[in-house]
């Protein structure tokens, strides 16, 4: 008798775990979304330099695979593929590509609920590879614009960034590691700090006024500061899908490998729909 009781409860207590938890498969949200002010995040959308006539081109996604609920606690496994260009407007409406970059990968989430605020952590494992397209190329004089020749870059990386999110207010801390890259003399670390902050204060129905600020600290030979502070509107609820307008003041080393150890400075207008 006693050994049918154990057996029973040993068959509906998993059962009951089971009844309390959620998997989902390709669900419509992504359990954490993009870092606003980050530059490598996946968007859809353009970048136009105001002080140069230079625009980014970002075209690309990141979907969770699978989402897994307990509770007030969500791990999940995704995946991030896209690419981000550098273009120059010409006549006819011409936009020549001159680099472009490719980011793949997997991700993964966890994040838990107390009350109003959200505790959580995402670990990405990434490979990027850049290269020159034919915009930079110089025909009439059959040589690369500003005797720059293409070469090999490309770095494989984990990345981990926990954050904390209240009030509207998610900040961040984050720390990459390079196992592997090609100049090899680019050093291994990368540490990275932010936040982005919706204002609710004057907000109005789903117009949301929001700023951002991303700062990374940046390994090569030596140690410098990369900075990325926008601000602007989304149309749509914060941190979830929707349409942003936003100006983006950028200054540190190019983002795009094929020019990443050149400074770069800029004021951009930005329009991006947020996954």
């Known amino acids: 008798m006693k050994l049918k009781i154990i057996v029973l409860l040993s068959l509906i207590f998993p059962l009951q775990l089971l009844s309390q938890k959620t998997i989902e498969i390709f669900p419509d949200k992504l359990n954490i979304q993009p870092l606003t002010a980050n530059i490598l995040e996946p968007k859809l959308g353009f970048l136009f330099q105001l002080s140069k006539n230079e625009l980014r081109l970002d075209i690309g996604n990141s979907m969770d695979i699978i989402q897994f609920q307990n509770g007030e606690t969500t791990y999940s496994l995704g995946a991030d593929l896209f690419t981000y260009s550098l273009l120059r407007s010409e006549k006819n409406f011409h936009f020549p590509v001159d680099a472009i970059d490719y980011l793949f990968g997997l991700n993964f989430g966890y994040t838990k609920k107390m009350r109003e605020d959200k505790f959580g952590v995402r670990f990405r494992l990434s490979h990027i590879s850049a290269h020159f397209v034919d915009g930079h190329y110089d025909g009439s004089n059959n040589k690369w614009r500003d005797n720059l020749n293409p070469r090999v870059y490309s770095r494989e990386f984990i990345e981990i960034v926990p954050f904390y999110s209240f009030n509207s207010l998610r900040v961040y801390a984050g720390f990459t590691y390079i196992f592997h890259v090609d100049p090899d003399y680019i050093k ?13 204060k004057i907000s109005w129905n789903n117009l949301n006024p929001f700023i951002a600020y991303d700062l990374k600290i940046i390994h090569i030979n030596n140690y410098s500061t990369n900075h990325s502070f926008s ?5 749509g609820k914060p941190f979830e899908k929707g349409l942003s307008a936003y100006l983006n003041f950028y200054s540190g080393k190019n983002v795009h490998g094929e020019y990443f150890d050149i400074n770069k400075k800029y004021f951009a207008l930005g329009i991006n729909l947020d996954l």
């Open 188 to 200: 291994k670390d990368n540490y990275q700090l932010g936040f982005d902050y919706f204002i609710k």
């Open 231 to 235: 601000a602007g509107i989304k149309f």
